[in-house]
């Protein structure tokens, strides 16, 4: 609930103003409040308005009741996260925000500052920490990612990372089922997400879909993953999926992937894994050791917000490096900024990562699925607009 | 040109020909995947609706729209005519462009007109227009038992719309033009 006021008047110096509701607007509710609606309030509503005293007739917009309530289940979250993994034996990590070689993922753009970057995650020097023999490692930490911003989107941002190593996918999937479960259910009192006004069963354990079934059970559309863009273009536009005829072979990919897959799986009443990505979607996975079309890599749908991406990590330093350097060249032709090679991961790896597998979790995102709040900005203390 | 962060509600492109104004937007982006922004668009023209998705890099180009703040003069037959204060130049639009709320309009009313390529596209009403009473019944007290609250009311504009019993001949009334409802009394 959203109130705003017009300031009556001013008691002295205290910078304690009386405000008239004049505009109220409560969200989730069956009728539009408007301007002149007679509305009953708790108490005489009173505004504390920090610095000099407002002359009166200045307009005041109050911090509203939902979003201090949010702030507080965001806290109960958080520490909900900690016992989670302090109860899994995970030690938790601080590694650093700011550094020479951020992600070099296509579609991520990092933030500049100083002289090198803010990360986009910290997946890099977490795995310098596996290399050097942490087993279990988990951090909770802001992620800086330019230009995204919607209702599941914000530049800055926080991130659950978490690894660990000699264990595989499963290890992890079952780590997110429970943290999710345990998260939702010390805030709403049930394993339960809430999204949109719905309620999404999280109980452990969830709904397990390949991609490939997936996108042959929903888009109609069989992705081996070695065809060309040209050939998957052509299997949308047979299915009426819109695609620009020049679009990459991962442009077409989304676009018949959230055309018809992922609206599928938000209608699920249940959180959904979605696991056994193609080869081009690969990222930081390791390819399927009897399947080299596929990577080991997974990502977590609840209420079809996408919660989580995981990797089954790829340790082969001489293929990581492959990797990098055709993500740099993609980035350079599609006129994007070129971040440097991070050679100290890339040592690292070559020094010895042991086999592991790894998460990344949007921890706003989290608190949303737990408090039913409809966009990120009502789970940040000051969204981007606010500051 | 436009690109993807310049969208916002309001926003007036040029997509084909036509002018198009952004009614909501959404921005979308897969974890691994390039971003986009889901975009709903009003064709200024006819009104229709489309979704549209705007990839990230993508240009859009800016349509030749102006708004000018104008003062509704007077009627002519099912013309209405504004002027524009700055330069006292006249505009003479349709009521159909204006829509519903044309028997709401009272002279030396301030509006907003959109042109596109100089020909008016849309008019703006302000959302509450203050007019008065010329006739109804008077309120007959048994009637709320009935759950009969409100009575049919004609306005100096010649509308008719629903008021509260307590309102007589004489009264200003608050009205929401985009509703036609009540909204409140307004004391002299």
């Not at chain 1, 509710?29 to 000099?52: M, Y």
């Not at chain 1, 595989?168 to 949109?196: F, M, S, Y």
């Not at chain 2, 064709?43 to 102006?66: C, D, F, M, W």
């Not at chain 2, 509308?159 to 004489?170: D, H, K, M, S």
Request: aromatic share 8%; net charge negative.
């Amino acid at each position: 609930m959203r109130t705003r006021g017009r300031v009556l008047a001013v008691d002295g110096d205290t910078a304690v103003v009386r405000a008239e509701l004049y505009d109220l607007r409560v969200t989730n509710a069956a009728r539009t409040w408007r301007p002149g609606d007679h509305v009953e309030l708790e108490s005489q509503q009173v505004l504390r308005v920090h610095g000099s005293a407002p002359t009166p007739g200045a307009e005041v917009l109050r911090m509203p009741r939902r979003r201090l309530d949010l702030l507080r289940a965001r806290a109960k979250a958080l520490a909900k996260v900690r016992e989670v993994f302090a109860a899994r034996s995970f030690l938790e990590v601080e590694t650093p925000l700011l550094v020479p070689a951020p992600g070099l993922e296509i579609h991520l753009e990092a933030v500049a500052a100083g002289s090198g970057y803010l990360i986009t995650s910290p997946e890099y020097q977490m795995k310098r920490l596996l290399a050097a023999g942490f087993e279990r490692i988990y951090q909770v930490c802001k992620c800086f990612r330019a230009n995204e911003r919607g209702a599941h989107h914000a530049s800055e941002f926080t991130m659950i990372e978490w690894y660990r190593a000699f264990d595989t996918l499963d290890a992890i999937i079952d780590d997110t089922e429970q943290l999710v479960a345990d998260v939702c259910h010390a805030l709403t009192g049930k394993p339960e997400a809430r999204v949109g006004g719905r309620t999404i069963d999280v109980t452990p354990p969830w709904q397990r879909i390949t991609v490939r079934d997936a996108m042959s059970e929903h888009a109609g559309i069989d992705v081996d993953g070695t065809e060309s863009a040209a050939e998957l273009i052509d299997k949308l536009r047979a299915w009426g999926i819109e695609c620009a005829p020049d679009a990459a072979w991962d442009d077409a990919f989304f676009a018949a992937y959230l055309a018809r897959v992922e609206p599928a799986i938000a209608a699920l009443p249940h959180a959904v894994i979605l696991h056994d990505w193609p080869l081009p979607l690969a990222a930081l996975a390791r390819t399927k050791p009897d399947d080299p079309k596929t990577a080991l890599r997974f990502e977590a749908y609840v209420g079809g917000i996408e919660l989580a991406n995981a990797f089954d990590e790829l340790t082969d330093a001489a293929e990581q490096r492959t990797r990098f350097l055709g993500d740099q060249e993609a980035r350079r032709a599609r006129g994007k900024p070129v971040y440097p090679l991070d050679e100290k991961l890339l040592a690292a790896l070559a020094e010895g990562l042991p086999p592991s597998a790894g998460i990344a979790l949007g921890f706003d995102r989290l608190v949303m699925l737990a408090t039913g709040a409809e966009k990120i900005d009502d789970v940040l203390t000051f969204s981007a607009d606010e500051l | 040109m436009y690109d993807t962060s310049d969208i916002r509600k309001g926003l007036k492109v040029l997509m084909d020909g036509n002018p198009f104004t952004v009614i909501e937007f959404q921005f979308v982006k897969p974890g691994k995947g390039a971003a986009f922004t889901r975009t709903k668009f009003k064709n200024l023209l006819t009104g229709a609706v489309i979704e549209r998705n705007i990839r990230s890099g993508e240009k859009l180009e800016p349509a030749n729209v102006e708004t000018k703040d104008m003062q509704f003069l007077y009627r002519e037959g099912d013309d209405m005519v504004f002027m524009d204060q700055t330069n006292y130049e006249q505009v003479t639009v349709s009521k159909e462009l204006i829509g519903e709320a044309h028997d709401l309009m009272k002279d030396n009313m301030a509006c907003v007109l959109t042109f596109f390529n100089e020909r008016p596209v849309d008019v703006q009403l302000p959302t509450f227009v203050t007019l008065e009473v010329t006739a109804s019944e008077p309120g007959v007290a048994g009637n709320t038992a009935a759950g009969n609250v409100t009575k049919a009311a004609t306005v100096e504009t010649g509308a008719t719309i629903q008021v509260p019993l307590f309102i007589r001949v004489g009264d200003l009334v608050k009205i929401d033009t985009r509703t036609h409802e009540y909204n409140e009394r307004i004391s002299k």
